[in-house]
């Protein structure tokens, strides 16, 4: 997925709401694109607050909306001290900082700018403009650019170019620097991506679960995909298209203790050994795979507080991607993550899977929760 979190085109600005109709369904949504754009002046408490307060929402009656801050104060109304609207503005404009830098380090990849360079572009102080672009984009100017590098020479080699071609074009300087990198980003080596995997052995196995059949593939390196579904037929069918090149064989014995850590995770059990990983992740996606592996068994998190806990408070919808893009379900709990209405949003294995993993873990929670003594 693109790095960008934060919207860094003119195209996926937002545009202002035309109506207070619109803005209530703005301050509903606790919609952070709308911040800066107008406030919300409560009479029952004399507070005023950016649509994006994640307080509890009062009624309709007793709102009033005001175009800035100065206009909700010239009604006597005091600004909120937890979402503190009179930084909106000022976040919008380092907003648009933030996407300066960022054109200016996608336009030069090939080379490696100092952050005092990137801050004199953004026009703020070293220290002031790294917390910027890490709240931004959830990532630093480094990650930003190592990030877009990549997905660029992903382009490259999709397109069959030659490898060490490729390396140059999109700056790295050397290919010990990319083969050191590529593990991480690529999941194998340049010319095996290059090739749609050719040369991988993937193996998998299912088991029955409470939340339908669960499949698991590996490579001998540790899991690359988890998957729920009716049954293993459709299951494997699912796993060799999403490796189409590699050599895909069915091994219940030798990933038969995968399998058993993963549904022992799912019955809120640990695994007797940690389950070693092989997938492909971005800079944020991996923060975002950090923070869902925090939520406590039986809670949720919304979309946009996840968003802020991985210091990108705007990048609500780019956490929902991160989650579209996790491969390996249960293990990443991306189940646990919910849309602020409540509502269950998506769900790469599809919705009443989602909502069977949900009421199992909460109904384990519940026999496990000892008994008060009358």
Not at 221 to 245: M, Q, Y
Not at 248 to 264: E, I, K, M, Y
Not at 310 to 322: H, L, Q, S, T
Not at 341 to 355: D, F, H, I, W
Request: with cysteine.
């Amino acid at each position: 997925m693109s790095p960008r979190h934060v919207p860094l085109s003119a195209s996926s600005a937002p545009k202002p709401p035309r109506s207070d109709d619109d803005r209530w369904k703005a301050v509903l949504a606790r919609d952070e694109r709308c911040d800066g754009l107008f406030v919300t002046g409560v009479r029952t408490t004399g507070i005023y607050c950016r649509p994006s307060c994640p307080a509890r929402h009062p009624l309709r009656g007793n709102v009033r909306f005001y175009a800035n801050p100065a206009e909700a104060e010239a009604e006597g109304f005091r600004a909120c001290r937890r979402c503190r609207p009179r930084d909106a503005s000022t976040w919008n404009e380092n907003v648009k900082r933030v996407e300066r830098v960022c054109r200016a380090i996608e336009a030069t990849l090939e080379e490696r700018q100092s952050l005092r360079a990137l801050a004199a572009v953004a026009g703020l102080s070293q220290h002031h403009f790294l917390r910027t672009f890490q709240r931004a984009t959830g990532v630093t100017p480094a990650a930003y650019a190592d990030a877009r590098r990549l997905e660029r020479l992903k382009g490259h080699l999709r397109r069959k170019e030659d490898v060490t071609m490729a390396m140059y074009d999109v700056g790295y300087g050397s290919s010990s620097r990319l083969y050191e990198r590529a593990p991480l980003a690529l999941g194998m080596t340049p010319g095996a991506y290059r090739a749609g995997g050719a040369g991988a052995i993937i193996r998998y196995a299912s088991a029955e679960t409470p939340v339908g059949r669960v499949l698991v593939g590996a490579t001998e390196r540790g899991l690359c995909s988890v998957k729920i579904g009716a049954n293993e037929g459709v299951l494997a069918r699912a796993l060799r298209a999403e490796f189409p090149a590699a050599e895909v064989r069915h091994d219940p014995s030798g990933v038969g203790r995968w399998v058993r850590g993963v549904v022992a995770q799912l019955d809120g059990r640990e695994p007797k050994a940690g389950l070693p990983l092989d997938i492909r992740a971005t800079a944020f996606q991996r923060r975002v795979w950090e923070a869902l592996c925090r939520i406590p068994r039986g809670e949720t998190r919304s979309y946009a507080e996840i968003a802020r806990e991985v210091g990108a408070p705007r990048a609500a919808r780019a956490v929902g991607r991160a989650c579209a893009r996790n491969p390996i379900a249960i293990v990443i709990p991306c189940h646990r993550v919910v849309r602020g209405t409540g509502t269950l949003g998506g769900y790469a294995c599809g919705l009443p899977v989602k909502r069977a993993i949900l009421d199992h873990e909460a109904n384990a929670g519940a026999r496990r929760r000892p008994r008060a003594k009358r």
